[in-house]
C-alpha cells in the first residue's frame, strides 16, 4: 500500500478533524445530546490511524521510531543512532575521533579504552554491525573498524558506549568488518585491505613487491583480541560471513598486487577468498602458522594452494559482498563489471573436498547496471543492488537470475529506482539476518548536489529511505548527513534494551572506581583531595545544581586527575565538568563516575563549570581551582 504525497496530506487533514471531532466528543461529556460514536466509526479510525503508521515515514511530535539504525560516520570517525523510519538521528557515538560533549578522547576511562592508540584523535568508520546469536541481531555490540588506523571498536549496546578498542597487528587500513552469524558471534571477521612487506621493518624495497601481503583478521568478540589471521594472495576489501558457522568469504579488487591505479585494475579478473573456519581453527590448533613483526599474533597461510581457503575468479575488481539472508548465497559486487556474481554456499563443501572447480560455485552473474557496489534483500527473494555509475538501486529477483544463468529467457531485473546520487552502501531493515523483514531500504548517496539548499563547496550527503514493502520501491525520504555514513544497519526496537541510568559496578570507570578504593575515598559520598607527591586527585559528587566541592588548591605544575561521580538518580540528568581554558571537558552520566587529566599551568583562579544542561540554576553550577604560584 502506497499513497502519494497529496493522499498523505489528505489523511492528515482526515485525522485532524477526527482529532477535534474527538475532543469535541469529550467535551460535551455525559448527558449532552450528541450522536454516539458506533462501534464501526472507532474501527474505521483505528484503521486510518494503522494506515498510515505502516506505510508512512512520517513520526508525529511525541512518536517514537520501530527501528534502530546505527551508522557509521566514515571520516568523522564516529557511529550515529538513527530512528527508522523517521530517519530522526538520535545519538552520536564517538568512538575514534574526539569528542568534546562527552570528553571522549580526553577522559581517564576513553584513554584506558583506547589503550596503544590513546593518543590518536582521527579516524575512518565504516562498517558498523551488531552481534548475532543464530543469525539473529542480539542487541549485545555493535563493532565497528577505522580504516585509517587499523582499528577495530566494540560498543556495548547497553549503555551505547565504546567499550573496547584494539589496534590490529600485521595490516595497514583495516577495511570491510561483519560477525559469525551463526550459532553465536564468537568471532568478528576484518579485512586488511593494503598491501604490506611482511615483516614491515623497512628492509623492504618500493620496487620488488614479493613480500608484500594483505591478512584477513579473526578477531575474538568477547575480549577483542586478534584470534588468528591468515595471509592471502591479493588483497581484501569487503567480507561477510555465512549462516552455518563454516565460511566466510571476502572480494579481492588487487589481484594484481599492483601498486598503482593502472597496474591495480590491469587484469579482467579478481576474486573472491573463502576461508572455512574449521580448518582455520584446526590449522591454528596445530600450531601450523608463523608470527610476523615481533607480535604474537599466529598467521596462517592461506594463500592459492592452501587447504584453509579457496580462490573463486569473479570479473575485475569486486566490492561489496553480501550473504542472503535464506543462508543460501554470498553476493560478490562487480564495481567495474555491470554483474554481481551469486556464489553458492551449498557448494562451498564440494568445493572444498576439490570435487568442483572454483567457477562451479557461481550460479548466477545477472548483469544490473553501471557500478554495482552493495547488495540488501528482502524476505521475498529480491535482493536490491546499488548502481553507483547509474545513481540507481536496481531490485533483482535471485532465483529468476540463476534460471536465467541456466540460459532460461527470464527478466530477474524487477525495477530500477533513480537515487540522488551515486550510492555506496544500501541496507534493509533487518536484512543482513534470518529476520529480514522487507519494509524499508536506506540507500546511502555519496553526492546529494541538488538535493538541499547549498552550504558551500562542502556538501551534506544523502541517506535515502525507500519503502520497498510493496511491489514497487518508493523513495519517502531525503535525509542529509555529515561525512560518510558508509554502512548501516537497520534494528528493530524489540532487540535493544538501553539502560535508563549507570550501574555502579560497570565496567567502564571500573578502574577508577578502583583508584578511589586505593585512596579511602567513598565516590558516592566522599569529597576529597589526594596528594601524592605533585599528582593531585580531587574526588567530588555532583548533584544538580552543585558539584559536592565547589573550592580547592593546587600548585603550580601539578597534574590534577578531578574525578566527578554523579549521585543523580534521574532519568536524563546529565552532569559535565569543565575546566575553563585548560581544554578540559566531560559527561558525566547519572550514577557514573567519569575522570579527566590535566596539569595546572596557570597560576590564578580558575573556574569549572557544568557543562551539560541539568537544571533551571545549571548556570550556577560550578566552582573554583585556585592554582598557587
Ligand atoms: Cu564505502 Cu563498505 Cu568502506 Cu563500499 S565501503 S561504498
Ligand atoms: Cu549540572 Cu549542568
Known amino acids: 500500500?502506497?499513497?502519494?504525497?497529496?493522499?498523505?496530506?489528505?489523511?492528515?487533514?482526515?485525522?485532524?478533524?477526527?482529532?477535534?471531532?474527538m475532543s469535541k466528543t469529550a467535551l460535551l461529556g455525559a448527558g449532552a445530546v450528541t450522536a454516539p460514536m458506533t462501534a464501526a466509526m472507532f474501527a474505521s479510525m483505528a484503521k486510518a490511524n494503522a494506515a498510515e503508521a505502516a506505510n508512512s515515514p512520517i513520526r508525529h511530535p511525541g512518536e517514537l521510531d520501530e527501528y534502530y539504525g546505527f551508522?557509521?560516520?566514515?571520516?568523522?570517525?564516529?557511529?550515529?543512532?538513527?530512528?527508522?523510519?523517521?530517519?530522526?538521528?538520535?545519538?552520536?557515538?564517538?568512538?575514534?575521533?574526539?569528542?568534546?560533549?562527552?570528553?571522549?578522547?580526553?577522559?581517564?576511562?576513553?584513554?584506558?579504552?583506547?589503550?596503544?592508540?590513546?593518543?590518536?584523535?582521527?579516524?575512518?568508520?565504516?562498517?558498523?554491525?551488531?552481534?548475532?546469536?543464530?543469525?539473529?541481531?542480539?542487541?549485545?555490540?555493535?563493532?565497528?573498524?577505522?580504516?585509517?588506523?587499523?582499528?577495530?571498536?566494540?560498543?556495548?549496546?547497553?549503555?551505547?558506549?565504546?567499550?573496547?578498542?584494539?589496534?590490529?597487528?600485521?595490516?595497514?587500513?583495516?577495511?570491510?568488518?561483519?560477525?559469525?552469524?551463526?550459532?553465536?558471534?564468537k568471532y568478528v571477521i576484518c579485512n586488511g585491505e593494503f598491501e604490506i612487506p611482511m615483516n614491515n621493518d623497512g628492509k623492504s624495497s618500493m620496487e620488488d613487491v614479493s613480500t608484500y601481503r594483505s591478512l584477513f583478521n579473526v578477531i575474538d568478540a568477547e575480549t577483542l583480541e586478534v584470534a588468528f589471521q591468515v595471509m592471502v594472495d591479493g588483497n581484501l576489501d569487503n567480507t561477510d560471513a555465512d549462516y552455518d558457522g563454516k565460511y566466510f568469504a571476502s572480494t579481492c579488487y588487487n589481484s594484481e598486487m599492483g601498486m598503482t591505479l593502472s597496474d591495480m585494475i590491469a587484469s579482467e579478473r579478481d576474486h573472491v577468498v573463502v576461508f572455512s573456519l574449521e580448518r582455520c581453527l584446526a590449522a591454528l590448533k596445530a600450531g601450523?602458522?608463523?608470527?610476523?613483526?615481533?607480535?604474537?599474533?599466529?598467521?596462517?597461510?592461506?594463500?592459492?594452494?592452501?587447504?584453509?581457503?579457496?580462490?573463486?575468479?569473479?570479473?575485475?575488481?569486486?566490492?561489496?559482498?553480501?550473504?542472503?539472508?535464506?543462508?543460501?548465497?554470498?553476493?560478490?559486487?562487480?564495481?567495474?563489471?555491470?554483474?554481481?556474481?551469486?556464489?553458492?554456499?551449498?557448494?562451498?563443501?564440494?568445493?572444498?573436498?576439490?570435487?568442483?572447480?572454483?567457477?562451479?560455485?557461481?550460479?548466477?552473474e545477472p548483469e544490473l547496471g553501471l557500478g554495482p557496489l552493495h547488495t540488501a534483500f528482502d524476505n521475498r527473494g529480491h535482493a536490491y543492488t546499488t548502481l553507483f555509475l547509474d545513481s540507481q538501486i536496481v531490485k533483482w529477483n535471485v532465483e529468476e537470475a540463476i534460471r536465467a544463468y541456466q540460459g532460461e529467457k527470464?527478466?530477474?531485473?524487477?525495477?530500477?529506482?533513480?537515487?540522488?546520487?551515486?550510492?555506496?552502501?544500501?541496507?534493509?531493515?533487518?536484512?543482513?539476518?534470518?529476520?529480514?523483514?522487507?519494509?524499508?531500504?536506506v540507500s546511502l548517496c555519496k553526492f546529494s548536489k541538488d538535493r538541499f539548499l547549498p552550504v558551500g563547496p562542502l556538501r551534506p550527503e544523502n541517506d535515502q529511505l525507500i519503502d520497498i514493502s510493496g511491489d514497487e520501491m518508493k523513495l519517502v525520504h531525503d535525509g542529509p548527513t555529515y561525512a560518510e555514513p558508509h554502512d548501516c544497519i537497520i534494528v528493530h526496537r524489540s532487540k535493544l534494551k538501553p539502560k535508563k541510568l549507570w550501574t555502579r559496578d560497570d565496567s567502564i570507570f571500573a578502574d577508577t572506581v578502583a583508584m578511589a578504593e586505593k585512596d579511602g575515598v567513598n565516590l558516592m559520598a566522599d569529597n576529597k583531595v589526594i596528594r601524592d607527591g605533585n599528582k593531585v586527585r580531587v574526588y567530588m559528587t555532583s548533584i544538580a545544581p552543585t558539584y559536592g566541592m565547589t573550592e580547592f588548591k593546587v600548585k603550580l605544575g601539578d597534574e590534577v586527575t578531578v574525578v566527578v561521580t554523579n549521585l543523580d538518580q534521574v532519568e536524563d540528568v546529565t552532569h559535565g565538568f569543565c575546566m575553563t581554558n585548560h581544554g578540559v571537558q566531560m559527561e558525566i552520566g547519572p550514577q557514573a563516575t567519569s575522570s579527566i587529566t590535566f596539569?595546572?599551568?596557570?597560576?590564578?583562579?580558575?573556574?569549572?563549570?557544568?557543562?551539560?544542561?541539568c537544571h533551571a540554576l545549571h548556570m550556577e553550577m560550578r566552582g573554583r581551582m585556585l592554582v598557587e604560584a
Not at 596539569?599 to 544542561?613: E, S
Request: proline residues 5%; positive net charge; glycine residues 8%.
Open 410 to 441: 527470464v527478466n530477474y531485473i524487477k525495477q530500477k529506482l533513480d537515487v540522488h546520487y551515486q550510492p555506496g552502501h544500501n541496507h534493509t531493515s533487518q536484512g543482513e539476518t534470518r529476520d529480514a523483514d522487507g519494509k524499508w531500504l
Open 599 to 613: 596539569i595546572a599551568d596557570k597560576p590564578g583562579v580558575q573556574w569549572y563549570y557544568c557543562n551539560w544542561f
Open 288 to 364: 601450523d602458522f608463523k608470527t610476523y613483526n615481533g607480535n604474537k599474533v599466529p598467521v596462517l597461510d592461506g594463500r592459492k594452494g592452501s587447504k584453509l581457503t579457496r580462490y573463486i575468479p569473479v570479473p575485475k575488481s569486486p566490492h561489496g559482498m553480501n550473504t542472503s539472508p535464506n543462508g543460501e548465497y554470498f553476493v560478490a559486487n562487480g564495481k567495474l563489471s555491470p554483474t554481481v556474481s551469486v556464489i553458492s554456499i551449498k557448494k562451498l563443501d564440494d568445493l572444498f573436498n576439490d570435487k568442483i572447480q572454483p567457477r562451479d560455485a557461481i550460479v548466477a
Open 1 to 21: 500500500m502506497h499513497r502519494s504525497d497529496d493522499e498523505q496530506q489528505a489523511q492528515g487533514l482526515e485525522n485532524a478533524g477526527r482529532r477535534s471531532f
Open 71 to 185: 551508522w557509521s560516520g566514515g571520516h568523522s570517525g564516529e557511529v550515529r543512532i538513527m530512528g527508522l523510519p523517521s530517519m530522526r538521528e538520535l545519538m552520536r557515538i564517538p568512538v575514534f575521533n574526539i569528542d568534546s560533549a562527552t570528553g571522549w578522547g580526553l577522559t581517564n576511562e576513553s584513554k584506558r579504552i583506547k589503550g596503544d592508540s590513546a593518543h590518536l584523535m582521527a579516524g575512518d568508520s565504516h562498517h558498523p554491525h551488531m552481534s548475532m546469536t543464530d543469525g539473529r541481531y542480539d542487541g549485545k555490540y555493535v563493532f565497528i573498524n577505522d580504516k585509517a588506523n587499523s582499528r577495530v571498536a566494540r560498543i556495548r549496546c547497553d549503555v551505547m558506549k565504546v567499550d573496547k578498542m584494539i589496534t590490529i597487528p600485521n595490516v595497514q587500513a583495516i577495511h570491510g568488518l561483519r560477525v559469525q552469524k551463526v550459532p553465536y558471534t
